[in-house]
């Protein structure tokens, strides 16, 4: 059995997706959905199960026989979130209790990190797994430092050589884009908000630069299409010896300029940008350049290469998000 926490979200939908194209079937699924159309995420494939999150430790224990990896993509993601005690109960303290379940059991353990764990980028974007090295890293906000705080624990129980999960891996995910994200409103990928704008006759909207050394718009982020993503995790699926920490990003920074003319040209119009001012509340906590260095997970054998920002994002307007169905 594999099991997918967070299975009915952004990333986590997707690799169930794949796992169901590849003919699993025993794919059980933790997450919650509320009163919206999350479930839409799942709708087109067959599962072994769903578990609710409070039941986690629960279904594993009766499971446990069963389960070969757990691929961890449940998280409260958004950047912005206040309450940090609720994203230390779903970030930290079950990202903990998973990993010593797997280290108990034999079971492998994938989970996800996040380029924000870099901080503002100041001291590059290495992913180094050594303790010394994370414990230099600065994250800008209550979201990266979960991410960073359970790295750290990780990287020191294997340092102490405590028994830990026979393969375990921790992504660093950067800016993700792709279908399945319409329940994450305002923290959807800019593709997905600038669509429906552009599809309207409007002008697309970007955060001006409050940085003489950055033009407006011309911010730099590492976009990845989430099925390089889900080609990362389905390899890592495939290559058991495999453990570390790794950036999952194309290695290749574009900016959202960049970003919003591809969108146009996706939907076949010629582009239209205007520019306005970024919110207080950012200002100071806003990445203006992440880049993955990807040699990591290239010298630990992925060779896949990752899909050009155009094609991704051609593929995504005009195969999902134009269409009457737009989940994966």
Same mark, same amino acid.
């Given at each position: 059995?594999?099991v997918v926490?967070?299975?009915?979200?952004?990333?986590?939908?997707?690799?169930?997706?794949?796992?169901?194209?590849?003919?699993?079937?025993?794919?059980?699924?933790?997450?919650?959905?509320?009163?919206?159309?999350?479930?839409?995420?799942?709708a087109?494939?067959?599962?072994?199960?769903?578990?609710?999150?409070?039941?986690?430790?629960?279904?594993?224990d009766?499971?446990a026989?069963?389960?070969?990896?757990?691929?961890?993509?449940?998280?409260?993601?958004?950047?912005?979130?206040?309450? $940090?005690?609720a994203?230390?109960?779903?970030? $930290?303290?079950?990202?903990?209790?998973?990993?010593?379940?797997?280290?108990?059991?034999?079971?492998?353990?994938?989970?996800?990190?996040?380029?924000?764990?870099?901080?503002?980028?100041a001291?590059?974007?290495?992913?180094?797994?050594?303790?010394?090295?994370?414990? /230099? #890293? /600065?994250?800008?906000?209550?979201?990266?430092?979960?991410?960073?705080?359970?790295?750290?624990?990780?990287?020191?129980?294997?340092?102490?050589?405590?028994?830990?999960?026979?393969?375990?891996?921790?992504?660093?995910?950067?800016?993700?884009?792709?279908?399945?994200?319409?329940?994450?409103?305002?923290?959807?990928?800019? $593709?997905?908000?600038?669509?429906?704008t552009?599809?309207?006759?409007?002008?697309?909207?970007?955060?001006?630069?409050?940085?003489?050394?950055?033009?407006d718009?011309?911010?730099?982020?590492?976009?990845?299409?989430?099925?390089?993503c889900?080609? $990362?995790?389905?390899?890592?699926?495939d290559?058991?010896?495999?453990?570390g920490?790794?950036?999952?990003?194309?290695?290749?920074?574009?900016?959202?300029?960049?970003?919003?003319?591809?969108?146009?040209?996706? #939907?076949?119009?010629?582009?239209?940008?205007?520019?306005?001012?970024?919110?207080?509340?950012?200002?100071?906590?806003?990445?203006?350049?992440?880049?993955?260095?990807?040699?990591?997970?290239r010298?630990?054998?992925?060779?896949?290469?990752?899909?050009?920002?155009?094609?991704?994002v /051609?593929?995504?307007?005009?195969?999902?998000?134009?269409?009457?169905?737009?989940?994966?």
């Amino acid at each position: 059995m594999i099991v997918v926490t967070g299975g009915a979200g952004f990333i986590g939908s997707n690799l169930v997706a794949a796992l169901a194209a590849r003919g699993h079937h025993d794919v059980a699924v933790i997450d919650r959905f509320g009163t919206g159309d999350k479930w839409r995420n799942l709708a087109k494939h067959e599962l072994a199960t769903i578990v609710r999150p409070e039941d986690t430790l629960a279904f594993l224990d009766q499971h446990a026989a069963e389960i070969d990896v757990v691929f961890h993509m449940g998280a409260i993601s958004a950047t912005t979130e206040r309450d $940090v005690d609720a994203i230390v109960a779903n970030n $930290v303290a079950l990202s903990m209790d998973l990993w010593r379940w797997c280290a108990w059991r034999g079971a492998r353990f994938i989970y996800a990190s996040s380029a924000a764990t870099y901080g503002d980028g100041a001291l590059g974007f290495v992913d180094d797994g050594d303790v010394a090295a994370l414990a /230099r #890293l /600065r994250p800008l906000n209550a979201y990266g430092w979960s991410k960073h705080l359970v790295d750290r624990r990780f990287a020191r129980a294997v340092e102490l050589g405590e028994t830990v999960p026979p393969q375990w891996a921790g992504l660093k995910f950067f800016n993700v884009y792709g279908p399945n994200e319409a329940h994450k409103g305002d923290m959807m990928s800019v $593709v997905a908000k600038l669509t429906p704008t552009v599809q309207a006759g409007h002008a697309a909207k970007l955060f001006k630069s409050h940085r003489p050394d950055f033009a407006d718009g011309g911010q730099l982020r590492d976009f990845i299409w989430v099925g390089d993503c889900v080609g $990362v995790m389905l390899w890592l699926l495939d290559t058991p010896g495999v453990s570390g920490l790794f950036n999952v990003g194309t290695g290749k920074a574009r900016s959202f300029k960049d970003l919003a003319e591809a969108t146009f040209a996706a #939907l076949g119009q010629e582009p239209r940008i205007d520019y306005f001012p970024m919110p207080d509340e950012l200002q100071g906590k806003y990445q203006y350049f992440t880049q993955a260095s990807t040699d990591k997970l290239r010298a630990a054998g992925f060779t896949r290469p990752f899909t050009e920002l155009e094609e991704g994002v /051609r593929r995504y307007v005009q195969d999902y998000l134009t269409q009457p169905d737009p989940f994966a």
